[in-house]
């Protein structure tokens, strides 16, 4: 039979793995938001080969968020769906 301690202890062990997932999902989410906004900014004036590269650069930073990170869409999804 388990003890209290060691319960606790496995359950610090997975709140800290997920958090430092969290913690990189939302830096992805984040340099994918920045580096849209740029593209944005440089369709704007006209700068179009600009663009393309930060728009690669977004979508792998996006489909890191969304690929590698299945428990963080699935908690996502439940959360909007709620």
Do not use: W
């Not at 393309?52 to 996502?76: E, L, M």
């Amino acid at each position: 039979m388990a003890t209290l301690k060691s319960v606790l202890g496995t359950i610090r062990k997975e709140l800290k793995q997920k958090d430092d997932l969290r913690e990189e999902t939302h830096y992805d989410m984040r340099k994918a938001t920045s580096l849209s906004k740029q593209a944005i900014l440089l369709i704007h004036q006209k700068k179009m080969k600009e663009p393309r590269n930060n728009s690669q650069r977004q979508r792998k930073y996006s489909q890191n968020c969304g690929t590698a990170r299945p428990s963080i869409r699935r908690s996502f999804t439940q959360a909007c769906s709620a």
